[in-house]
């Protein structure tokens, strides 16, 4: 079973930067060879992929994101992160983290709230 655990979200002005990260422990997945995924969601809304990185660092970005975000990947920790900077209003959301695409069940997430 794979637990996924987020952390560190919070309250941020407009603007502002936040660092949220990803734990991930279990069997049955590997992470060093595994494509994962930072994604969001706001209340009414499906969730939505933000940012992807493959196991040997490349990443991909939402539009609304790029040039914002940075998705980073620490192997040995079995860790994910996502540097957030430039804040905005419209990135209020809960963030999770997950495999790409998204395979196992999904934890609790981490809430970023970015006021005006």
């Known amino acids: 079973q794979v637990q996924l655990v987020e952390s560190g979200g919070g309250l941020v002005q407009a603007g502002g930067s936040l660092r949220v990260s990803c734990a991930v422990s279990g069997s049955g997945f590997i992470f060093r060879i595994s494509v994962l995924g930072w994604y969001r969601q706001v209340p009414g809304k499906q969730r939505e992929l933000v940012a992807q990185i493959t196991s040997d660092g490349s990443a991909n970005y939402a539009d609304s994101v790029k040039g914002r975000f940075t998705i980073s990947r620490d192997n040995a920790k079995n860790m994910v992160y996502l540097q957030m900077n430039s804040l905005k209003p419209d990135d209020t959301a809960v963030y999770y983290c997950?495999?790409?695409?998204?395979?196992?069940?999904w934890g609790q997430g981490t809430q970023v709230t970015v006021s005006s």
């Open positions: 997950n495999k790409f695409p998204a395979r196992y069940a």
